[in-house]
């Protein structure tokens, strides 16, 4: 969809996910990384546990299908290239902190001088510019910041992160969005623009709109284990079963009163409810309980009764009983599971990718979506260090093979 | 500054519902895209039954998840059982570019809206489908919120202390992160349109397109057979790195150093120098070794000092550290104020509300927000009659057969 276009990636460990997600679309994305590799290939895990630039996991996770040159940003003869490099590309995208690039003379204004058709993405903890554009940051200061840890853990307990970090994830997927809304509108102006995306903003989506409460006259979120208070109800989303978690949510009103209602009928069958339990107006229940018609001890018998059934079930049969009967309840699977999934076998999700350096195949997650005209496919696993440079230089930029042999010898690339 | 918006050309006949959906078409909205969202009058959208609501009252208008991912569009209302209505719906696709859906599998061919159906009116038509596990498979029908998504993708089995059952990410986590990959799924099809003249058919399921926020974790299995666990909010590479009490009731603060640099200057801070050369804490790997006890200090000095003045002190030796912010503390939050996060809109119903606005800033075209989500039905009669130019006679017969609810 996107093989007309050029991509200039200059992310460090922050922004990576951006470049893939053009790559994954078909655009042509060169990864630039200094010589000797970048540093984002030092961040673990590591195939077999062997730090190694080839083998960082979290290297490949946000690289295939691109191309990887090493360039020298600090010498004058890095830079000469960089600029040739930069005036046929469509789309260069950066994370590092602001004013870093711009003190190469690589900012969006000297660059949009050289090709005005550039669209400059810039992947930030806060953004460009404001009181915290050069605070210090790491992801879960970032998720503290964005609203989100306040929201989340065991109310007993300090606020808790997601443990493999999301922030610049959410930056970096906000990012490609901003590319192509660019890309869209310089078909018709011409220009390109600079897309400044702010890590603390773009994780703030994962409030669900909590982070508007104070602003509306709400009291807001307060966390409590994979599930939220309402007032004086304790609404769970964890629960225990025979062979360990599953997700289950249990509330009324038009929304999400008729899942309860089916899940009642269900214990009812099973023989794990009564009937007047079972025919209760589960849509209205919700409004009684907060108007303090229905006690709250009416709410924390009910999930007794859930939670005491739950625990005779395995994951496996509640999912089954919740796509037959229509029900919100989810195995809590770990990432093996994950990958043994039935569904996603079905899908044929999972792309076998060879590295054939390493004499083996790994799964990767496949394609965010299925496109019936224009599949996306994994065309290139992740580039070794500087793998493309002689494609690059010799063929693209007819630098004579003999020079850069010399710059390979000066460590400009 | 470019007077014309960026996206002003591009029109999206919208039947998603919920969160995931809506929160895409509102991203390319803010951008100018013209989004006619098609709201059922009987069944109600499920994002108008969550909270927060303004002023804690739980009415249909009022609640924040609604206005927030629906602001700037369109709204009108059919009941898609009645066949003038379906008439109306397929005179929206002749209109749009781009037909946009997130019902289970199956619903709209129960409409006789699916693709193959609505390709008979357009042959070019670029349609998306969402839903949790996608079109196909023996889960397709596996109807639900983001929440169970990420319970069954694997997010919760990341996220909760070692010593308890997972905790879990708040809320429906997967609709929070397929929003952007809808957005560009759409962008990407158009620009493929334009320069073949084909339109498609794209199924993008939730869950697939969530795990991309997971893959180093999926990696992890697929070469060494290692499962990430609930490790609370330890690090892999940082010590000290956590979150902290502070001086205030269930108030904390974040703090990560990232390398030993940061750990001596937080020595400092602390008037702990005697820490510095301390064999427990010497290297990032003595305090991961020794983290409880590391947490312990920190947490005595921290218990004694406000969540704000925390990371000020921290911040001004290059240290990252960030008070947990609730939206208290976020609608006052400088750097969110700077950029111009949160957005005032007069509405209908509620005189006033605000919502988020474009998580982007695009320099020459930024987004413009300035129009609240549509009350029910409220541009019914203006959809009619602007965008399919429809004549009264026409409006009042649909009326009459209760297409419009």
């Known amino acids: ?413 | 500054m470019e007077s014309r918006p960026a996206l002003q050309d591009l029109k999206i006949c919208d039947l998603m519902w919920v969160i995931a959906g809506p929160a895409a078409t509102r991203m390319l909205a803010d951008y100018g895209a013209t989004v006619v969202r098609i709201e059922s009058p009987t069944r109600m959208d499920t994002a108008r039954t969550a909270g927060p609501y303004h002023g804690n009252k739980p009415e249909a208008e009022s609640s924040a998840v609604w206005n927030n991912y629906n602001a700037g569009k369109l709204g009108i209302t059919l009941d898609l059982s009645i066949p003038k209505a379906r008439d109306v719906v397929l005179d929206l696709v002749r209109w749009a570019d781009v037909v946009t859906d997130s019902f289970v599998p199956g619903a709209m061919q129960s409409w006789r809206l699916d693709y193959e159906s609505l390709r008979e009116v357009k042959p070019d038509l670029i349609m998306l489908s969402t839903c949790l596990m996608g079109q196909t498979g023996p889960l397709a029908s596996f109807a639900g919120y983001g929440n169970l998504a990420a319970a069954i993708t694997g997010f919760y089995s990341l996220c909760g202390w070692p010593d308890r059952p997972p905790a879990g990410p708040f809320g429906a986590y997967t609709d929070y992160i397929s929003p952007r990959f809808i957005a560009v799924a759409i962008l990407a099809a158009l620009e493929y349109k334009r320069r073949t003249g084909r339109g498609q058919y794209i199924d993008l399921s939730q869950a697939e397109s969530a795990l991309h926020f997971l893959a180093p974790a999926l990696l992890d299995w697929s070469a060494n057979e290692r499962v990430w666990g609930q490790v609370g909010n330890h690090d892999a590479e940082h010590a000290p790195h956590g979150v902290y009490p502070t001086a205030d009731d269930d108030r904390w603060v974040a703090i990560a150093c990232r390398d030993d640099h940061q750990w001596h200057r937080l020595c400092a801070l602390m008037a702990r120098p005697d820490l510095v050369g301390d064999n427990r804490f010497r290297s990032s790997d003595d305090r991961q070794r020794n983290r409880a006890e590391l947490d312990a200090l920190i947490s005595d000095w921290t218990r004694q000092r406000n969540r704000h003045e925390i990371e000020e002190v921290l911040q001004a030796q290059g240290i990252p550290a960030s008070a947990v912010q609730d939206s208290e503390d976020c609608i006052r939050d400088r750097q969110l104020l700077h950029r111009g996060h949160f957005v005032e809109l007069s509405h209908t119903t509620l005189r006033k509300t605000t919502v988020e606005s474009s998580r982007l800033h695009l320099s020459r075209t930024q987004a413009r927000v300035d129009r609240a989500a549509p009350t029910l039905g409220e541009h019914s009669h203006y959809v009619l009659e602007t965008v399919l130019g429809y004549d009264e006679e026409r409006i009042s017969e649909l009326a009459m057969a209760g297409a419009l609810g």
Not at chain 1, 15 to 43: F, H, N, T, W, Y
Not at chain 1, 97 to 126: E, H, M, Q
């Open chain 1, 1 to 413: 969809m996107l093989s007309p276009y050029r991509v200039l990636d200059l992310t460090n460990e922050r922004g990576m996910l951006c470049g893939q997600i053009l790559a994954d679309l078909g655009a042509d994305v060169l990864k630039v990384e200094p010589p000797g590799g970048s540093l984002a290939r030092r961040v673990p895990p590591f195939f077999g546990d062997q730090p190694d630039p080839e083998r960082s996991l979290f290297w490949w996770a946000y690289n295939r299908n691109k191309r990887s040159i090493t360039l020298d940003l600090e010498s004058d003869r890095g830079r000469e290239l960089f600029h040739q490099l930069v005036s046929r590309a469509d789309f260069l995208i950066e994370s590092e902190d602001p004013g870093i690039l711009a003190r190469r003379a690589l900012g969006y204004p000297d660059l949009s001088a050289l090709n005005t058709g550039l669209i400059y993405v810039s992947i930030t903890p806060f953004g460009q510019t404001g009181p915290k554009a050069h605070y210090a940051a790491s992801d879960i200061t970032l998720v503290a910041s964005s609203g989100v840890l306040h929201q989340t853990g065991d109310e007993d307990r300090a606020p808790i992160r997601l443990s493999l970090p999301q922030s610049f994830l959410h930056a970096s997927a906000d990012a490609a969005v901003g590319a192509l809304i660019a890309l869209h509108e310089r078909l018709r102006s011409r220009r390109g623009q600079h897309v400044d995306v702010s890590a603390q903003q773009s994780t703030s989506i994962a409030t669900q709109s909590g982070i508007l409460a104070a602003a509306i006259g709400s009291p807001g979120w307060q966390r409590l284990a994979g599930g939220i208070k309402l007032g004086p109800l304790e609404v769970r989303s964890v629960w225990k079963v025979r062979d360990g978690y599953v997700a289950l949510t249990v509330l009324f009103g038009q929304g999400l009163g008729p899942f309860t209602a089916r899940l009642m009928k269900y214990l009812f069958e099973e023989g794990a409810c009564t009937v007047e339990m079972r025919d209760r107006d589960w849509i209205g229940y919700g409004e009684l309980l907060l108007s303090g018609r229905e006690p709250v001890a009416s709410f924390e018998e009910l999930n007794r009764v859930i939670a005491g059934f739950l625990a005779t079930r395995s994951k496996h049969e509640l999912l089954r009983a919740s796509v037959e009967r229509n029900l919100l309840i989810a195995p809590i699977a770990t990432c093996d599971e994950v990958s043994a999934s039935p569904q996603l076998a079905a899908r044929d999700y999972w792309s076998e990718v060879e590295h054939p350096e390493l004499r083996r195949t790994f799964r990767y997650p496949g394609p965010f979506a299925r496109f019936s005209a224009s599949a996306i496919s994994y065309r290139r696993r992740p580039p070794l260090v500087g793998e493309h440079n002689h494609d690059i230089y010799v063929e693209d930029l007819h630098v004579p093979a003999d020079e850069l042999s010399q710059l390979q010898r000066e460590r400009i690339v």
